[in-house]
């Protein structure tokens, strides 16, 4: 965005145009910060977790929550009762 009134000569700076390089000073700062943020987030490790768990429970009544691809890998057998976790 242009200043709104921009000074006649270089080496004049009104109030609003001083408002302007402050304004303009402090978007710079924050592109930077964000671009900062932006390369930090993606250093971190990719979330592989899956959100949507199912949750299971076995013949006793015991329950966990699994990833549908895990249970479908195989079987999970309770140690207690010996029968598999199934989706409730
Ligand atoms: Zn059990």
Known sequence: MPPP???RHPTCITSSNAAHITNLAVAQQLDAALGLWRYAEQQ???STGSRNLLACACGC???LRVAKATLEQAPIWCGACAEPFEPV
Do not use: E, I, T
Request: glycine share 12%; hydrophobic share 20%.
């Open 5 to 7: 009134n921009p000074p």
């Open 44 to 46: 971190l490790p990719a």
């Open 61 to 63: 009544g015991r329950k």
